[in-house]
Structure formats: structure tokens, C-alpha cells
């Protein structure tokens, strides 16, 4: 019973800042690769972020310096701190944990626009 729940989506404004959290269960969160995906309408589905089992992290060029992943174990959460956002980065944001296989959440809607 494998679930992951985004949460913290919504309207910001240009320049404003949404942090996005990913609820895990149901697996060993903590030897999982986590990452963000984007994907907007009319558009192909984006990873947005990326951090592995270790700590290690890696951003989509258009994000970097903008955005902040990150992970706690101990609660088996990942987190996506949005700063400065801009309106292209409007989209719905997917969780995914990925191993031996691939989990995905439902996604959480954002949107930046004044």
C-alpha cells in the first residue's frame, strides 16, 4: 500500500514563494531516490528536482538558485521550497520515489500569476 500525497499547491503571485510537501508510506522512504516532476498543460512532463538516498541533489537549469529540495527521514517527507516564482513554472507537481520501482503521487496543482 504505497502512497504518496503531495500537498501545499495553490496561487502565488510573481515573485512569491510556495513550499510543496510529499507525504510517504507504505515503503523504506529513506533508501529511495525522491524527485519533483512539473508538467503544465500543453507541455511534456519536466523533473523539476531530484535527491537521492544520500542527500545529493540536482535542478532543472530554470529552477536552480530558485528552488530548494530536500528530505527528512525520520518523518519520511520530501519537501520543494519555490522562491521567486515565476509564471512558467505553473504546473501540477508530482512526487515520485523511485528504487527497485517507481512510485508517483496524484499531484498538486501551482500556480503563479498575479
Known amino acids: 500500500q504505497v502512497q504518496l500525497v503531495e500537498s501545499g499547491g495553490g496561487l502565488v503571485q510573481p515573485g512569491g514563494s510556495l513550499r510543496l510537501s510529499c507525504a510517504a508510506s507504505?515503503?523504506?522512504?529513506?533508501?529511495?531516490?525522491m524527485a519533483w516532476y512539473r508538467q503544465a498543460p500543453g507541455k511534456q512532463r519536466e523533473l523539476v528536482a531530484r535527491?537521492?538516498?544520500?542527500?545529493?541533489?540536482n535542478y532543472v537549469d530554470s529552477v536552480e538558485g530558485r528552488f530548494t529540495i530536500s528530505r527528512d527521514n525520520a518523518k519520511n517527507l520530501v519537501y520543494l521550497q519555490m522562491n521567486s516564482l515565476k509564471p512558467e513554472d505553473t504546473a501540477v507537481y508530482h512526487c515520485?520515489?523511485?528504487?527497485?520501482?517507481?512510485?508517483w503521487g496524484q499531484g498538486t496543482q501551482v500556480t503563479v500569476s498575479a
Open positions: 507504505g515503503f523504506i522512504f529513506s533508501i529511495y531516490h
Open positions: 515520485q520515489a523511485r528504487y527497485s520501482r517507481d512510485y
Open positions: 535527491i537521492s538516498s544520500s542527500g545529493t541533489t
